[in-house]
Each structure stands twice: as structure tokens, then as C-alpha cells.
């Protein structure tokens, strides 16, 4: 079964920076496509990032372009999120969610995953 489960989050000013961990375990990991999601409250969960299994590419929402780079290092089973220039609207739980062999038109569709992690809190506030 596959399991997945985030760290790193915290509350940090306007302008900072986090890095998000998303630990897989439960399947093979390279072959799977990961991507991360965010509800703010009172909004509907959001595509943030993605990033394709077997050595594909990474996909941003405009949202995040330039100022979150995903990237996976397939040794550890794991998918990092390193978020620069923080901004208040990008306070959110965070979740990361996998999924085998996605095609990349799905990649920004939650209901495509089937599994998720517990989510983890980003709170940017001075």
C-alpha cells in the first residue's frame, strides 16, 4: 500500500522561504508521477506543482511559476517542494499526492491521484 507523508511546514514572514519533504513508500517510486495540492481555508484545493515519474518533466501553476522549484530524488523515495518569496496567499495546508504513470494532462487534476498524505501547514504572516 502506498504511503505518503509530508514535513516541513511552518509559519514563516513575507518573503521567506520553506522546503517541503514528501516521503513515498509502498510502491516503486520512480515509475510514479507526485504532485502537490494546497487548500487555503474556505477555497477548494488548488494544483501548486508536479512532477512526472520514469525521468519525466515538472509542472508549475502560474501561481507558483519562478518562486517553487518540485524536484525528487528517487534514492530517498522522496519529492521536495522549495518554496522562495513566500506571500500571504500562499498560506495553505499543503498536501502531496502520487499516482501511477499519469498522463500530463492529468497531472493538475486532484481527482486523478489515488493516494495522499496527511498535509502539512504553510502559514506566511509577519
Known amino acids: 500500500q502506498v504511503q505518503l507523508v509530508e514535513s516541513g511546514g511552518g509559519l514563516v514572514p513575507p518573503g521567506g522561504s520553506l522546503r517541503l519533504s514528501c516521503k513515498f513508500s509502498?510502491?516503486?517510486?520512480?515509475?510514479?508521477?507526485v504532485g502537490w495540492f494546497r487548500r487555503a481555508p474556505g477555497s477548494e484545493r488548488e494544483f501548486v506543482a508536479a512532477?512526472?515519474?520514469?525521468?519525466?518533466?515538472?509542472y508549475y501553476a502560474n501561481s507558483v511559476k519562478g518562486r517553487f522549484t518540485m524536484s525528487r530524488v528517487n534514492t530517498e523515495n522522496t519529492v521536495y517542494l522549495q518554496m522562495n518569496s513566500l506571500k500571504a496567499e500562499d498560506t495553505a495546508v499543503y498536501y502531496c499526492a502520487a499516482d501511477h504513470q499519469l498522463i500530463t494532462s492529468s497531472l493538475g487534476l486532484h481527482s486523478q491521484y489515488d493516494y495522499w498524505g496527511q498535509g502539512t501547514q504553510v502559514t506566511v504572516s509577519s
Open positions: 512532477i512526472k515519474g520514469n525521468g519525466g518533466g515538472t
Open positions: 509502498g510502491g516503486a517510486f520512480r515509475t510514479y508521477s
